[in-house]
């Protein structure tokens, strides 16, 4: 079974911290990805990473970075954390070897993250 | 216009009930098709793929229409257990980034 862990499950951080929220995925899959999920809003994609230290954009980048030194870690980094940044965080992995079409997506558990 | 868009319901509906979701998308080169579920505070899940011929697994039924541009899930005899959001998700040629559609609330009451 795949697994994939998000380092804490609640977070509550002050405007202004840097703010780091871990993801590691043990199937050794060459995709992964960071979303956050609002209400209303649905997934959107913040990040994805197709290789190590590979990155790109997704539809929401602004105010966050990441990191992926390992394969199997790939960490979402808020830089000065805003109020408008509370939300669920949500990590995924995928195989990315096969067809690109169909790639099935794991999610962590998530992390909400309150800024306060 | 969102590439892909669901009813966000809810759909209300009693036990035994069959219901049936329909997810629309915008860019006809989408090639592969899924349905994935999400209980309340958990993360999504795979449910299941669509397949042009359409698929069914167990109680789930997945649909695609090509020329309409859109997929649907048919759940029979509705079980309490059912209830959750499904998302439909649409990848585009050749892409590894799938898009998410909001998401459909179902309810199985009583």
């Known amino acids: 079974d795949v697994k994939v862990t998000q380092s804490s499950r609640y977070l509550v951080k002050r405007t202004g911290e840097k703010v780091f929220l871990e993801c590691v995925q043990d199937?050794?899959?060459?995709?992964m990805f960071w979303y956050r999920q609002d209400p209303g809003l649905g997934l959107r994609l913040i990040y994805f990473?197709?290789?190590?230290?590979?990155?790109e954009k997704g539809d929401i980048p602004e105010g966050y970075s990441v990191s992926r030194e390992k394969k199997e870690r790939f960490s979402l980094i808020l830089e000065s954390a805003s109020t408008n940044q509370t939300s669920m965080y949500l990590c995924a992995s995928s195989l990315g070897t096969g067809p690109p079409s169909g790639d099935t997506q794991y999610f962590g558990p998530g992390t909400r993250l309150t800024v306060l | 216009r969102k590439e892909v868009e669901q009813d966000p319901g809810p759909f209300n509906v009693p036990e035994g009930a069959t219901v049936a979701f329909n997810c629309t998308y915008s860019?006809?080169?989408?090639?592969?098709f899924f349905w994935y579920r999400q209980d309340c505070r958990k993360e999504p899940k795979l449910l299941m793929s669509v397949y042009s011929s359409g698929n069914e697994d167990g109680r789930f039924t997945a649909q695609l229409n090509r020329a309409s541009q859109y997929i649907s899930l048919l759940i029979r005899d509705s079980k309490l257990s059912d209830s959750a959001t499904y998302l439909c998700v649409v990848y585009t040629g050749g892409s590894y980034i799938p898009t998410f559609g909001r998401g459909t609330s179902l309810i199985v009451h009583p």
């Open positions: 860019n006809s080169a989408s090639q592969s």
């Open positions: 990473s197709y290789d190590v230290k590979m990155k």
């Open positions: 199937m050794d899959h060459e995709n």
